[in-house]
């Protein structure tokens, strides 16, 4: 039939043409709010606590969320729960690699690794058994007083100690929103790139499956 | 929706990956290869559709429109949704590679349910019923899945009805936007191109 081919090619494209503007309606309304379904977990170490934050990539908060925290060696050494906020923070019992796992409800997890390094020194010392914020400085000065009369040149140490901890947490302090946007930037699964690359994929493999196709039929 | 790596023991994995290549050669076989450009439309929707999310209820939860999915394509849904969960986890890092055998197994399942509870209400000539059986469709898909989900994770330890309600409760609006989806679609098309919503998928 003559006419059978316009009406064809005219049908094709009234049902393709809605489901193409459906799909990249809902490209752009994703590109425009970076969403991701995961669960990320961030970590770091504020003066000898560690504190942890999680949240689903789209910025809901992972509450009443199991908190485990393994040695290198996956002996557990502790866990809890995240608050309303997403948050808990532990201090670690001692200085070794850090794995904390975060596992939130339906099967979601996370986990983030602390490398022992990034861990305070002296963790079996006085300054790991203190709680508050800023135990170095109250250390070292029990120290001063233990010692006191001592040689001038072991108190020059001590004060460039006192220094160290000082411009420390001072850093700690100043880099913590840095530290923060980029592990947000590195955990932001989602990117415009991405699901175009996804659909990209998807209809290339189609024309993979046509091609060989209309070799056969040949 | 979307389990992630490390959470199910490797039996759950290997069964699920198992059952998932079934169902993707019996997919493949019930092809009909002049749908291909169709199947590869409903594939990108699905890839997209988990961007979506719903900011309503307690937990984080998206589209899924894996109802929409069976009800269109059939058994072929099956390699569909595994293409498209394979390349969210590659791009997203939804889910895992792990687990996406588990994951596709998850949401193909009650796809391929609701093809066959619903694809005969939907394309009948009673209106009223079509559109009550497009509506359960879409919710449907959803509710399976969230069981399917449950019961993957009760070999985890914890307990079925517990896991049940958090999937459900949580997935609740979900089924009713997707329903209300599958309702619209289903409609434009049953005006527009009713043949699609024949049961031609199969190889004649």
Redesign the interface.
């Known amino acids: 039939m003559p006419k059978d081919s316009p009406l064809r090619k005219k049908r094709l494209s009234r049902t393709t043409w809605p489901s193409v503007i459906f799909v990249i309606l809902v490209i752009f309304a994703a590109a425009s709010d970076t969403l991701a379904h995961r669960v990320v977990l961030f970590a770091y170490v504020e003066g000898n606590m560690v504190f942890t934050e999680s949240y689903f990539s789209d910025g809901k908060k992972c509450q009443n969320s199991r908190i485990e925290v393994f040695d290198s060696s996956g002996n557990k050494l502790l866990e809890g729960q995240t608050d309303k906020n997403g948050e808990f923070s532990f201090k670690p019992p001692k200085k070794t690699d850090l794995r904390i796992v975060l596992t939130a409800s339906m099967g979601h997890k996370d986990e983030y690794i602390i490398p022992a390094g990034d861990l305070p020194d002296g963790a079996e010392g006085k300054a790991w058994q203190s709680d508050a914020h800023g135990a170095g400085e109250k250390v070292f000065r029990a120290r001063k007083g233990e010692e006191k009369g001592a040689p001038a040149g072991q108190l020059t140490r001590l004060e460039m100690e006192q220094i160290r901890t000082v411009v420390e947490e001072t850093l700690d302090e100043k880099l913590k929103p840095i530290m923060r946007l980029l592990v947000k930037r590195q955990n932001e699964g989602i990117s415009f790139i991405g699901v175009m690359g996804g659909i990209g994929f998807i209809f290339g493999i189609m024309g993979i499956i046509l091609y060989f196709r209309s070799r056969k039929g040949r | ?8 023991s490797a039996p759950v994995l290997v069964t699920g990956a198992a059952i998932t290549a079934a169902g993707c050669g019996i997919g493949l076989k019930k092809l009909d ?1 002049d749908r ?2 169709q ?7 699905f ?7 719903i ?1 309503i209820g307690p ?2 939860v ?1 589209l899924v429109l894996n109802g929409l999915m069976g009800l269109l394509l059939g058994w072929p849904a099956f390699p569909a949704i595994l ?2 969960l394979f ?2 986890a590659l ?4 889910g895992g590679i792990t687990t996406l055998g588990v994951n596709t197994f998850n949401m193909a399942f009650p796809a391929i349910i609701c093809f066959y509870l619903f694809a005969y209400g939907v394309k009948g000539k009673n209106n009223l019923i079509s559109m009550g059986a497009a509506f359960a469709c879409g919710f449907f898909g959803i509710l399976v899945g969230s069981l399917m ?1 449950a019961i ?2 009760v070999f ?1 330890g914890d307990p079925f009805i517990g ?1 049940a309600k ?2 459900v409760i ?1 997935h609740l609006p979900v089924m009713i936007i997707e329903g209300l989806i599958t309702l619209f679609s289903a409609g ?2 049953r005006k ?2 009713p043949e ?1 919503l024949e049961v031609v998928h199969a190889k004649r």
């Open positions: 929706m979307h389990i992630s790596e490390g959470v199910l290869y291909v450009p199947v590869a439309i409903l594939t990108s929707a890839f997209v559709a988990s961007l979506i999310h900011p937990s984080s998206h293409i498209a390349l969210q791009l997203f890092q939804f989900v993957s994770l985890t896991i958090v999937v949580a434009f098309l527009l191109k699609l």
